[in-house]
């Protein structure tokens, strides 16, 4: 197998005139857990499966010898999707939990984003469903006492249709149970409502189960992407309500914010209750389509409690980035329409995609708070790399964005559950098709996953030749940015402009990472094709480094298996095909 050569330091965040400095780094490297998936060990499988005969992650699964590998890997943070009780095919009545009507929940697992109950955690993720909240609560402490932290997927926007909780504190009192259903719209409501209306299953919806008795909903709540329509579509979050933050969507988003309105108090009861559980933080579900204000007003109130809490806002629209930051309180945000994009389209090879797009993503978006960003090439929305939809049967083809998604600033860092082994995702699991996603939905195996579980053993040893030659690029590129000073912690020195004619700049982007102490230039080609050119450091770039004169040295390099190693000569530079390259200067 080939090794994929490590070491050194380098750069920073920033432009060339936006210098930051840092305290303490931003670089957390997260990683996103299907929960219901990630330790399921079952592989007969079929299409529509139970919990019972597809398998299921159970909270024991997730074990210290599972936990210390993926430690040692070089995770901080496991981002936990799919924990807190949603809405399911599964019969838990006899637990507490009352049965969901099949025809609005997707999949026999259900959606992770409808959430049932806010105060409790799915019953088939335990062994003993009556004592599912112990066996969370040992398993959290299981992931502390591995040094890592746990962050839960929080949905603040929406909630399944059926919501109940059965387990929430003494005082707390369900959403909507105290709501006015004759107005479409109150401050005082937590949802809102189509008064004179009955809600009608979107065409197209036929559960994999017997339906018995018609789902009834009078009148008919807003669906929870702003849909103000008693029959939404199939394509539409049919299952889940929109919940009510103050603002009157029909009348110009009008807000009503004094006094405070009671779903402000109920979502900042429930970030409470599990932080006083012992959680680390919180990945917040479409965060931007929740008011700001609220965030204001509620994270602080968490932070009170637990000043190290992590908030990461799932958010779209860049004219919100500073927002949601400097206003909102929020840690970090998804860089998703910003260098997701832009390096997919170039990987993609769409009509127009160059190097341009990245350079523009630091210009434009979110250079001078870039360590707000939290980057990553997969995740449960997006198609796997190793996939027809992206890569194109060529998972080498994906290093120098994964090396650039990695190190380009001080910002934290992604890997989906799988990414790391090159899982393809082309089965169809049930409500889920073969659309290069991992179900959601679905109980089901993801095989990649099972290969490196291998019976409990989490050693691997059960995936292929190349399914290991991945994994090596993935353990080797996490240790080195959690090594290097540059990468954790330097600025940013973006040298594209710089650069002569000859230089290939619409398919190689190169760029500085520096300290006081260290410096790396680091160049990653997405061209199919070699490329050999001299690279030209600017005097800018030096004064803000502080150095006078400097020698090229290779220290580090990202190649496919069958490339050939990279070489600097001066300022000549060889390097392969979907590649990249770390030198020292």
């Not at 959680?279 to 602080?300: H, L, Q």
């Not at 210009?363 to 708070?369: A, R, V």
């Not at 194109?392 to 860092?413: E, K, Q, R, Y």
């Not at 540059?486 to 230089?503: C, M, P, R, S």
Request: hydrophobic share 40%; net charge negative; with cysteine.
């Amino acid at each position: 197998m080939r090794k994929f050569y490590l070491l050194l330091l380098s750069a920073a965040l920033i432009h060339p005139l936006m210098a930051q400095s840092s305290t303490k780094s931003d670089k957390l490297v997260v990683y996103q857990m299907m929960f219901h998936l990630w330790g399921n060990q079952q592989t007969v499988v079929k299409r529509n499966g139970s919990a019972a005969e597809n398998g299921v992650t159970k909270f024991k699964d997730v074990s210290s010898k599972g936990l210390q590998a993926l430690k040692k890997k070089g995770y901080s943070h496991l981002y936990t999707t799919g924990i807190l009780e949603h809405a399911t095919m599964e019969d838990f009545s006899a637990f507490g939990s009352p049965l969901d009507h099949p025809q609005v929940v997707k999949g026999r697992a259900g959606s992770p984003f409808a959430i049932k109950d806010y105060y409790d955690v799915n019953p088939f993720l335990a062994e003993k469903p009556v004592d599912r909240m112990q066996e969370f609560a040992a398993m959290l402490d299981r992931v502390h006492q591995a040094d890592l932290k746990l962050v839960l997927d929080f949905v603040p926007n929406h909630l399944a249709r059926a919501y109940h909780s059965d387990q929430k504190p003494a005082g707390v009192v369900d959403f909507g149970q105290n709501d006015n259903k004759d107005l479409s719209f109150s401050p005082a409501n937590n949802f809102y409502y189509l008064p004179g209306t009955q809600f009608t299953i979107p065409t197209g919806v036929n559960p994999p189960v017997p339906v018995t008795v018609p789902y009834i909903e009078i009148p008919a709540k807003v669906s929870g992407n702003n849909v103000f329509s008693a029959q939404p579509s199939i394509h539409d979050w049919f299952e889940t309500v929109k919940l009510n933050y103050g603002v009157d969507h029909q009348h110009g988003n009008q807000t009503h914010f004094d006094p405070i309105p009671d779903t402000w108090l109920k979502m900042t009861d429930v970030l409470l209750y599990w932080t006083n559980k012992g959680v680390d933080g919180f990945r917040c579900d479409m965060a931007e389509m929740v008011p700001v204000e609220f965030w204001a007003y509620a994270i602080p109130k968490v932070k009170a409690v637990n000043p190290n809490a992590v908030f990461i806002a799932e958010i779209y629209n860049p004219q919100e980035y500073r927002n949601y930051i400097f206003k909102g309180g929020f840690d970090y945000l998804y860089d998703k329409v910003g260098l997701y994009d832009g390096i997919r389209h170039i990987m993609e090879k769409k009509p127009g995609a160059t190097t341009a797009d990245i350079t523009r993503v630091w210009q434009q978006e979110s250079g001078d708070f870039a360590n707000h960003m939290l980057r990553f090439l997969e995740n449960h929305d997006e198609t796997r790399l190793n996939s027809p939809g992206f890569a194109a049967g060529n998972f080498w083809s994906t290093i120098p964005g994964m090396v650039l998604t990695a190190s380009m600033h001080d910002g934290p860092l992604m890997i989906y559950f799988g990414q790391e082994f090159g899982e393809k995702a082309q089965e169809i699991e049930g409500f889920n098709d073969a659309d290069d996603r991992t179900t959601m939905f679905d109980f089901y195996r993801v095989d990649t996953q099972q290969r490196w579980l291998n019976g409990g053993k989490f050693d691997g040893g059960k995936l292929t030749s190349e399914e290991k030659e991945i994994d090596s690029f993935y353990t080797s590129l996490i240790a080195w940015i959690n090594s290097s000073d540059v990468i954790q912690k330097g600025k940013f020195f973006d040298l594209q402009y710089a650069q002569n004619a000859a230089y290939p700049k619409d398919k190689v982007y190169a760029y500085l990472r520096y300290t006081d102490k260290g410096r790396n230039l680091i160049i990653c080609n997405f061209d199919a094709v070699n490329h050999d050119f001299n690279i030209e450091i600017p005097t800018l770039a030096l004064d803000m480094m502080g150095v006078k004169s400097y020698t090229l040295k290779a220290v580090k390099s990202f190649v496919p298996p069958v490339a050939p190693a990279p070489k600097v000569d001066g300022n000549r530079v060889q390097i392969p095909s979907n590649s990249a390259i770390i030198i020292s200067l």
